[in-house]
């Protein structure tokens, strides 16, 4: 830059004083070597292209935000370049660049929820399965494609959260469903392990049960499994306090006899813990082990059932470590 000359502020070269425009850009200069003015029709004409640019960027920023659920990054301007777009200089050339990182944006929306949606087809499939009503749900996510194929990204993405939210509500009540009765069928085996009153055999009651889980019965599933454990409750709390009394008179006679019960002993504490927390099912699985491993589970337990009625919770008892807390 030769002395005198002033620094165009469009491309930033090299103006000689005096000159009427920038010899590289051509940018208009007045003659103490500033930029001139743009005239009223210049501004009113370059007006439109940085309302635009405005508008584009705000609709880049909403994608970017609402697709971060499918896990994907928009592109996006670096925040000195949105500034100096939004500025009005060379509105023309950023609205090129906003407009492909626009384009670049689009694509990988849609790529995405082409992901989500033979994932969603998957997720449907096995609602399906268990006879839950997926229609709406597969209408709406082939909306979303096709909105998304279309140009009509924010409608999409609308599209995709609210039947991402219905799907994984929908699952998590199958999962609850589930849930609820794998553990009422290991408290009944664990009942009829220990000899207690179950409400039913437990692979009867395991085909029944998934028969009305397959049928997509979730609020009459779910009636009867409480119903169940209900009745096996009501059980555990008549048959599991002489139990404990049974297994600890068990251990205090094999203790008598020079024998080791420490931890048989250390097992029937943690039983009688959870059952004086009223944790009933904890406790009649903690008991297992111990009818498994001294055959407790045949004519002790059955003759402990049949007085159980009346029979008190345990107390403590002098050394035998077997009694729940007071």
């Known amino acids: 830059m030769a002395v005198g000359d002033v620094k165009c502020p469009r491309c930033g070269g090299a103006v000689p004083p005096g000159a009427a425009a920038c010899p590289v850009c051509d940018l208009p200069m007045d003659r103490?070597?500033?930029?001139?003015?743009?005239?009223?029709?210049?501004?009113?004409?370059?007006?439109?292209?940085?309302?635009?640019?405005?508008?584009?960027?705000?609709?880049?920023?909403?994608?970017?935000?609402?697709?971060?659920?499918?896990?994907?990054?928009?592109?996006?301007?670096?925040?000195?370049?949105?500034?100096?777009?939004?500025?009005?200089?060379?509105?023309?050339?950023?609205?090129?660049?906003?407009?492909?990182?626009?384009?670049?944006?689009?694509?990988?929306?849609?790529?995405?929820?082409?992901?989500?949606?033979?994932?969603?087809?998957?997720?449907?499939?096995?609602?399906?399965?268990?006879?839950?009503?997926?229609?709406?749900?597969?209408?709406?996510?082939?909306?979303?494609?096709?909105?998304?194929?279309?140009?009509?990204?924010?409608?999409?993405?609308?599209?995709?959260?609210?039947?991402?939210?219905?799907?994984?509500?929908?699952?998590?009540?199958?999962?609850?469903?589930?849930?609820?009765?794998?553990?009422?069928?290991?408290?009944?085996?664990?009942?009829?392990?220990?000899?207690?009153?179950?409400?039913?055999?437990?692979?009867?009651l395991g085909r029944e049960l998934e028969r009305g889980l397959r049928r997509g019965a979730l609020a009459a599933l779910k009636q009867r499994t409480r119903d169940l454990e209900g009745e096996a409750r009501t059980e555990l709390e008549r048959g599991l306090p002489r139990l404990i009394g049974h297994f600890g008179d068990q251990l205090l006679k094999r203790r008598s006899e020079g024998l080791p019960i420490e931890t048989e002993t250390a097992i029937l504490a943690r039983a009688a813990r959870e059952f004086a927390e009223g944790r009933l099912g904890e406790a009649a699985r903690r008991l297992r082990p111990l009818a498994a491993a001294r055959g407790a589970a045949g004519a002790g337990p059955a003759a402990v059932t049949a007085s159980s009625r009346t029979a008190p919770r345990p107390r403590p008892r002098n050394g035998g470590g077997a009694s729940p807390p007071s």
Not at 63 to 84: C, D, H, K, M, T
Not at 178 to 203: F, I, K, W
């Open 32 to 204: 103490g070597g500033g930029a001139r003015a743009p005239t009223t029709a210049a501004a009113a004409a370059a007006a439109p292209s940085r309302e635009e640019i405005e508008r584009r960027l705000a609709k880049i920023a909403h994608w970017s935000q609402a697709a971060r659920p499918l896990g994907i990054a928009v592109p996006r301007l670096p925040e000195w370049a949105e500034e100096f777009a939004r500025s009005g200089v060379e509105a023309d050339g950023w609205l090129e660049v906003v407009r492909g990182i626009e384009r670049i944006a689009q694509q990988r929306i849609v790529a995405a929820l082409d992901g989500w949606a033979k994932d969603g087809r998957a997720r449907l499939e096995r609602l399906e399965a268990y006879s839950v009503d997926s229609r709406l749900e597969r209408e709406s996510m082939e909306d979303a494609l096709h909105a998304a194929r279309t140009g009509e990204i924010a409608r999409a993405l609308v599209a995709y959260q609210q039947v991402d939210r219905v799907v994984a509500l929908k699952e998590r009540h199958l999962a609850r469903a589930r849930e609820d009765l794998e553990r009422l069928l290991a408290l009944v085996s664990d009942m009829q392990a220990l000899g207690l009153g179950a409400p039913d055999d437990s692979e009867a």
